[in-house]
């Protein structure tokens, strides 16, 4: 059953900033904060005994800033460093924050760190199968929200270069084309003029592709 408790004993979680430093654009926030100030908080927080926030970090900003004194929680004894601790609060984050593909990718990436996914996905350590701890990628799809083939995508972002990253995190190019990039500089390894960006993309990605892979060239079809 959740607890209502003063606001002021509430402290977030040391990773939070380190993992989600952005918060909700400005027309979302004055949005979240205004119906916290009319409704109060409809789902509680999740806190360990000393209350540090591991689910709620963006209701908890808001309701400071709507002048709540005091919140519903749910009290959870977990240890805040821990594993488990620490998946929640990549949970909660990615289900309610709007995160671009390479923030989401990152965070599937340290939930792989944390519970031992070996490559490919199906390996299992040692020392994973004693403890039980997770080790395929479909349960990291689990503990997000998100489809084993969704994760798997997600995670090969990782893998790109940082200049492919910023594209894409920027929002200026899709994922088809950055995918379309990888492929296209691969097959062009030995054989640069034989290369086609590929009928699958649309005209303008496939100038993209091109004029990426070969900027001191002009993009031609």
């Given at each position: 059953?959740?607890n209502?408790?003063p606001i002021?004993?509430l402290?977030?979680h040391?990773?939070?900033?380190?993992?989600?430093?952005?918060?909700?654009?400005?027309?979302?926030?004055r949005e979240?904060?205004e119906?916290?100030?009319q409704?109060?908080?409809?789902?509680?927080l999740?806190v360990t005994?000393?209350?540090v926030?591991l689910?709620g970090?963006?209701?908890?900003?808001a309701?400071k800033?709507a002048?709540?004194?005091?919140?519903p929680?749910i009290?959870?004894?977990?240890?805040?460093?821990?594993d488990?601790?620490?998946?929640?609060l990549?949970?909660?984050n990615?289900?309610?924050?709007?995160?671009?593909?390479?923030?989401?990718a990152?965070?599937?990436?340290?939930?792989?760190?944390?519970?031992?996914?070996k490559r490919?996905?199906d390996?299992?350590s040692?020392?994973a199968?004693?403890?039980g701890?997770?080790?395929?990628?479909?349960?990291?799809?689990?503990?997000?929200g998100?489809?084993?083939r969704t994760?798997r995508?997600?995670d090969?972002l990782?893998?790109?270069i940082?200049n492919?990253?910023?594209?894409?995190?920027?929002?200026?190019?899709?994922?088809?084309?950055?995918a379309?990039?990888v492929?296209?500089r691969?097959?062009?390894?030995?054989?640069r003029?034989k290369?086609?960006?590929?009928?699958?993309?649309?005209?303008?990605?496939r100038?993209?592709?091109?004029l990426?892979?070969?900027?001191?060239?002009?993009?031609?079809e």
């Open positions: 059953m959740p209502e408790v002021s004993l402290k977030p040391p990773k939070n900033k380190e993992f989600f430093p952005d918060s909700l654009p400005d027309h979302l926030w979240m904060v119906d916290i100030q409704n109060g908080i409809i789902n509680p999740i005994p000393d209350y926030v689910a970090h963006l209701r908890f900003e309701a800033e002048g709540l004194a005091r919140v929680v009290i959870r004894d977990l240890d805040p460093e821990s488990e601790a620490v998946s929640l990549i949970r909660d990615l289900l309610r924050r709007l995160l671009s593909d390479v923030q989401v990152r965070l599937i990436r340290k939930l792989k760190e944390i519970h031992n996914v490919g996905g390996r299992r040692e020392e199968k004693s403890n701890k997770i080790c395929r990628l479909k349960e990291v799809g689990d503990i997000v998100l489809p084993e994760v995508h997600l090969k990782n893998n790109l940082p492919l990253q910023a594209l894409l995190e920027s929002g200026r190019w899709t994922a088809t084309t950055v379309a990039i492929r296209f691969a097959a062009c390894a030995g054989e003029r290369c086609c960006p590929g009928r699958i993309l649309v005209k303008t990605e100038a993209r592709v091109r990426f892979c070969f900027p001191g060239e002009q993009a031609r």
